[in-house]
């Protein structure tokens, strides 16, 4: 099974079936956390299922533009409140999501990451 389709059926069983139902997971993710990299790390699991059994990612998942800004902005809101001292969605624009304009607003892509499991 390849990586997209993993991604599909995680977000099926989280009952992630549509772009409002993104939102609010992703949004979740954000309240339920104090702190940046554990908001990273849910944010990669989203997409990665495989996450727990992940030893290194090569390469970055990318997102399509709308997905992107909306990640960017929660990440910017997110850290003027718990990192006020560090630049607002720095550690996103570092080690999140690439931006691709080739995909879909909402869609995410892993043809540019190497999984090596564990």
Same mark, same amino acid.
């Given at each position: 099974? #390849? &990586?997209?389709?993993?991604?599909?059926?995680?977000?099926? !069983? %989280?009952?992630?079936t549509? #772009?409002?139902? &993104?939102?609010?997971?992703?949004?979740?993710i954000? #309240?339920?956390?104090?702190?940046?990299?554990? /908001?990273?790390?849910? &944010?990669?699991?989203? /997409?990665?299922?495989?996450?727990?059994?992940?030893?290194?990612?090569?390469?970055?998942?990318e997102?399509? !533009?709308? &997905?992107?800004?909306?990640i960017?902005?929660?990440?910017m809101?997110?850290?003027?409140?718990?990192?006020p001292?560090?630049?607002?969605?720095?550690?996103?624009? +570092? #080690?999140?999501?690439s931006?691709?304009?080739? %995909?879909?607003?909402?869609q995410?892509? %892993?043809? +540019?990451? !190497?999984?090596?499991?564990?």
């Amino acid at each position: 099974m #390849t &990586l997209e389709n993993k991604c599909r059926l995680h977000w099926k !069983r %989280l009952g992630i079936t549509n #772009t409002q139902a &993104l939102k609010a997971y992703i949004q979740s993710i954000f #309240t339920k956390h104090d702190h940046q990299k554990f /908001v990273m790390a849910d &944010l990669y699991k989203l /997409v990665l299922p495989d996450w727990n059994n992940i030893q290194k990612v090569e390469g970055y998942p990318e997102a399509g !533009r709308e &997905l992107s800004i909306f990640i960017s902005k929660q990440f910017m809101q997110f850290d003027r409140q718990h990192h006020p001292d560090c630049m607002a969605g720095g550690a996103w624009m +570092n #080690t999140g999501f690439s931006v691709s304009g080739n %995909l879909g607003p909402w869609q995410i892509s %892993l043809k +540019n990451c !190497r999984i090596i499991m564990n």
